[in-house]
Nanobody, 119 residues
Framework: QVQLVESGGGLVQAGGSLRLSCAAS????????MGWYHQAPGKQRELVAT???????NYADSVKGRFTISRDNVKSTVYLQMNSLRPEDTGVYYC?????????????WGQGTQVTVSS
């Protein structure tokens, strides 16, 4: 079945950086738009960054200018470079293929990776 395996999270001080990775298997990775979702404690999961199969990117206002999404179609991996981290970036980060135009996730969720930003 489809597997989405996120990694790279951790504990970092405010202003620091992390790079998240998501390895996908058993999907037509190169044909899919991919996205990163953030679930803050006690809140719903929200889409924060997307990248199309052609490499076009889009970001939520909360992360614009600080996060960068990229992809490696050979490795079937999507990345999220997170800079200038803030305490409100704390939460679990998940990746998924993104259905357009609804931006809904396409596959079952992976386990996510925890990011904790201390003030």
């Amino acid at each position: 079945q489809v597997q989405l395996v996120e990694s790279g999270g951790g504990l970092v001080q405010a202003g620091g950086s992390l790079r998240l990775s998501c390895a996908a298997s058993r999907i037509a990775f190169g044909l899919n738009s991919m996205g990163w979702y953030h679930q803050a404690p006690g809140k719903q999961r929200e889409l924060v960054a997307t990248i199309t199969s052609g490499g076009s990117t889009n970001y939520a206002d909360s992360v614009k200018g600080r996060f960068t999404i990229s992809r490696d179609n050979v490795k079937s991996t999507v990345y999220l470079q997170m800079n200038s981290l803030r305490p409100e970036d704390t939460g679990v980060y998940y990746c998924n293929a993104v259905l357009t135009p609804t931006s809904m996730p396409q596959y079952p969720w992976g386990q996510g990776t925890q990011v904790t930003v201390s003030s």
